[in-house]
């Protein structure tokens, strides 16, 4: 059974940094593509971007390129997501999803396996 | 502006069945699959629809999607009080090089 495990609720204040991490089990972290998804409260999903381990191929939505930086670590099965020059906007809950179909993995296939979701507040 | 257009609500009493529409255009929908996901209330999204209409294991056959060129479809039926819940479809856009999502519809049984 495969898991996603991400990291507690963040406050931040504006302009500053915020990591969220989602850590996998159950599966074989290297061949995932990992999504981070994100939602402003009362609102929809929106796609931030995402990461594939095996190639070090990251795809950032274009709102957010310059802003946004997708890690992994492989040895912990741990997949990161940055978000710098935060702004009240930026408050929402983030998600981490994998993107596989039962024989592979890619951004293109559906977010399979979700994570529990990080709350980020960015407030002064 | 999502690139993706759904109905922002949708409803039906129990036993009912309810569609719901999301419109795109070539490329996303037009040459790309679609996935439909359902979020519950205080949850995470769950995949329900993949690859336009493959229900993943656990999904209920009351559940069936549908793509026709640049549009999807969502179709519930025999509608249960446990179907209330947000839905949205998604797919990847050629030309952002990204995923999007719709707009979402939220299906109230009444």
């Known amino acids: 059974q495969v898991q996603l495990v991400q990291s507690g609720a963040e406050v931040r204040k504006p302009g500053s940094s915020v990591k969220v991490s989602c850590k996998a089990s159950g599966g074989t972290f290297s061949i995932y593509a990992i999504s981070w998804v994100r939602q402003a409260p009362g609102q929809g999903l929106e796609w931030v971007g995402g990461?594939?381990?095996?190639?070090?191929?990251?795809n950032y939505a274009r709102k957010f390129q310059g802003r946004v930086t997708m890690t992994t670590d492989e040895s912990t099965t741990t997949a990161y997501m940055e978000l710098s020059s935060l702004r009240s906007e930026d408050t929402a809950l983030y998600y981490c999803?994998?993107?596989?179909?039962?024989?592979?993995?890619?951004?293109?296939?559906?977010?399979?396996?979700w994570g529990q979701g990080t709350t980020v507040t960015v407030s002064s | 502006q999502s690139l993706l257009t759904q109905p922002p609500s949708a409803s039906g009493t129990p036993g009912q069945r309810v569609t719901i529409s999301c419109s795109g255009s070539s490329s996303n929908i037009g040459s790309n699959t679609v996935n439909w996901y359902q979020q519950l209330p205080g949850t995470a999204p769950k995949l329900l629809i993949y690859t336009n209409n493959q229900r993943p294991s656990g999904v209920p056959d009351r559940f069936s999607g549908s793509k026709s060129g640049t549009s999807a479809s969502l179709a519930i039926s025999g509608l249960l009080s446990e179907d209330e819940a947000d839905y949205y479809c998604?797919?990847?856009?050629?030309?952002?090089?990204?995923?999007?999502f719709g707009t979402g519809t939220k299906v109230t049984v009444l």
């Open positions: 998604a797919t990847w856009d050629a030309s952002l090089n990204g995923h999007v």
């Open positions: 999803a994998r993107m596989c179909s039962s024989t592979n993995c890619s951004f293109h296939y559906g977010m399979d396996v």
């Open positions: 990461i594939m381990p095996m190639f070090g191929e990251t």
